[in-house]
């Protein structure tokens, strides 16, 4: 996989924003390549332990990428002060298959960041994935 640079500052100034809660936000590109990152509200009773995209935010990124020729390859989150690691919290509410989950842990500095596929074939299996940086 390949990750645009801009995507990852993106998403590490969100999660240093929303401190101490969770962010959590769109990833959009193509099948190799995350290009983009887009912020979602985080609707979640407890946004300091877990994340839930809001929906309206979730419909309008999905039709503004698809005007842009863009997909929603996945998603990304924050952990504020554990690693960037599924909690058992992510594995129990995962739910799109195939999708990409790029988690940032802002528990070290600078900010880790592991991205991971969601396998369908188990609950909250998620495997983890090399990528590179590009421009
Ligand atoms: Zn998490």
Redesign the pocket.
């Known amino acids: 996989m390949r990750v645009a640079r801009v995507a990852l500052q993106s998403i590490v100034a969100h999660a240093r924003e929303a401190v101490p809660a969770?962010c959590c936000g769109l990833l959009l590109g193509r099948d190799t390549a995350i290009l983009e990152a887009l912020r979602t509200r985080n609707i979640a009773d407890e946004p300091a332990?877990?994340?839930l995209i809001d929906p309206q935010d979730h419909f309008n990124g999905r039709r503004d990428a698809r005007r842009r020729g863009l997909d929603v390859v996945g998603f990304y989150?924050?952990?504020p002060r554990?690693p960037a690691?599924?909690?058992e919290?992510?594995r129990a509410e995962a739910s799109y298959a195939d999708h990409l989950y790029l988690?940032i842990s802002l528990a070290v500095d600078p900010p880790d960041v592991a991205l991971f596929r969601l396998d369908d074939g188990g609950r909250g299996n998620f495997l983890r994935l090399p990528f590179v940086t590009v421009r």
């Open positions: 969770e332990s877990r994340f989150h924050s952990h554990s690691t599924p909690s919290t992510d988690i």
